[in-house]
């Protein structure tokens, strides 16, 4: 099993640049979920999916974020306009079963300049 | 006030030590709790889930209070490995776990 992927790994940009993040869950898994993690704010819930459909998305900051899951095996998270701010490390996460918990990826570590 | 409430530490102990500590959430309705531990630029990851009795893994236990409304975490015979980020979490309503800030520990030689 290669776990939950996400890619890029590090993403460097400048102000006002459109950022696309991308995720593959745990085959099998039928939830995903986007987190932001600062250190001024923790790891935030920004939107989950349940078998594909956006269930909760309170927690996107602003109109700039917007996510996306074409199918079970992939996910976008995209930023545009991107603005400093965003700077964190952003995380997708998969589960079966909410109640079991959920497998993190490993992290976009995003730099806006 | 938050929904998951931790202290953000950090802990200082020796090695061998015990350390223990809480977490306090605000929704009574909660229904189940979990442990993630997460080491400096990794990712979260599951440690142990938080079950009415309390439950018991090798150093680690995990005890419910619901009367109270917290979680704690155990580590009996620290280690220098323990060293960490450790996350509370719960299981809100509408399927989607809530994150304390993390209490940070540092194991000392």
């Known amino acids: 099993d290669a776990g939950v992927i996400q890619s890029p790994r590090h993403e460097v940009t400048e102000m006002g640049q459109e950022v696309t993040l991308r995720c593959k869950p745990i085959?099998?898994?039928?939830?995903l979920f986007w987190y932001r993690q600062t250190m001024m704010r923790g790891l935030e819930l920004l939107i989950y999916?349940?078998?594909?459909?956006?269930?909760?998305d309170s927690g996107m900051p602003e109109d700039r974020f917007s996510a996306k899951m074409p199918n079970a095996s992939f996910s976008t998270l995209k930023i545009q306009p991107s603005e400093p701010r965003d700077s964190a490390v952003y995380f997708c996460?998969?589960?079966?079963?909410?109640?079991?918990?959920?497998?993190f990826g490993s992290g976009t570590r995003l730099t806006v300049v | 006030r938050k929904e998951v409430e931790q202290d953000p530490g950090p802990f200082n102990v020796p090695e061998g030590a015990t350390v223990a500590f809480n977490c306090t959430y605000s929704n009574s309705a909660s229904q189940s709790f979990f442990w993630y531990r997460q080491d400096c630029r990794k990712e979260p990851k599951l440690l142990m889930s938080v079950y009415s009795s309390g439950n018991e893994d090798g150093r680690f236990t995990a005890q419910l209070n619901r009367a109270s409304q917290y979680i704690s975490l155990l580590i009996r015979d620290s280690k220098l490995s323990d060293s960490a980020t450790y996350l509370c979490?719960?299981?809100?309503?509408?399927?989607?776990?809530?994150f304390g800030s993390g209490t940070r520990l540092s194991i000392r030689p």
């Open positions: 085959s099998g898994h039928n939830s």
């Open positions: 999916f349940n078998n594909n459909v956006p269930i909760d």
């Open positions: 996460a998969s589960s079966l079963s909410t109640v079991d918990g959920y497998t």
């Open positions: 979490a719960l299981y809100s309503s509408a399927s989607k776990i809530i």
